[in-house]
């Protein structure tokens, strides 16, 4: 693995605890409302982003490397509303899946053909995160300010978030 390679990795390891991090934050804010529903849901997003960030660092291992970790940036503590917080994840998903796609063109430039398979996994996964991501988003703003729909929405991640 060519240092521009293994310099990207790195960073993406960053950015998948940091989205486990924003998630963490996000949890924690419908912990206080408190819709407990959500801040599962979001909780078991902040686990699953930890795993693609260990799914890297044991590739960088795999290929007899040393994890070179990154200082992770401080993710936001305040939200406006349950709105204003999947606007954000919704757009974060955008965010991470612009990264990968990056590194992905990094690999195909630098003829790295096994991080260019390695990376497929994420590429089919950003797919599901920005679809869970855009129709949480549709639902609460369907919504509205319908209070009792809210909590029946709330239920909803409650059963779906395993
Ligand atoms: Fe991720
Ligand atoms: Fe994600």
Redesign the pocket.
């Given at each position: 693995m060519n240092d521009k390679i293994f310099k990207a990795l790195n960073e993406q390891i960053k950015h998948?605890f940091y989205?486990s991090n924003l998630?963490l934050s996000m949890a924690s804010y419908f912990e206080n409302i408190p819709l407990e529903g959500m801040a599962k849901w979001f909780r078991n997003?902040a686990k699953?982003?930890h795993e693609?960030g260990m799914k890297i660092y044991q590739y960088i291992n795999d290929r007899n490397l040393q994890v070179d970790l990154q200082g992770i940036d401080k993710p936001p503590a305040k939200f406006k509303s349950a709105e204003d917080v999947f606007k954000q994840a919704y757009a974060?998903?955008q965010k991470?899946t612009r990264l990968i796609y990056d590194i992905y063109e990094l690999a195909l430039k630098e003829k790295d053909h096994a991080t260019h398979v390695f990376l497929q996994w994420f590429i089919t996964?950003?797919v599901e995160?920005e679809k869970n991501?855009q129709d949480n988003l549709d639902q609460i703003q369907l919504i509205g300010d319908d209070k009792a729909a809210l909590f029946v929405l709330d239920q909803n991640f409650d059963k779906t978030a395993d």
């Amino acid at each position: 693995m060519n240092d521009k390679i293994f310099k990207a990795l790195n960073e993406q390891i960053k950015h998948e605890f940091y989205s486990s991090n924003l998630y963490l934050s996000m949890a924690s804010y419908f912990e206080n409302i408190p819709l407990e529903g959500m801040a599962k849901w979001f909780r078991n997003q902040a686990k699953e982003e930890h795993e693609h960030g260990m799914k890297i660092y044991q590739y960088i291992n795999d290929r007899n490397l040393q994890v070179d970790l990154q200082g992770i940036d401080k993710p936001p503590a305040k939200f406006k509303s349950a709105e204003d917080v999947f606007k954000q994840a919704y757009a974060h998903e955008q965010k991470v899946t612009r990264l990968i796609y990056d590194i992905y063109e990094l690999a195909l430039k630098e003829k790295d053909h096994a991080t260019h398979v390695f990376l497929q996994w994420f590429i089919t996964e950003q797919v599901e995160e920005e679809k869970n991501a855009q129709d949480n988003l549709d639902q609460i703003q369907l919504i509205g300010d319908d209070k009792a729909a809210l909590f029946v929405l709330d239920q909803n991640f409650d059963k779906t978030a395993d």
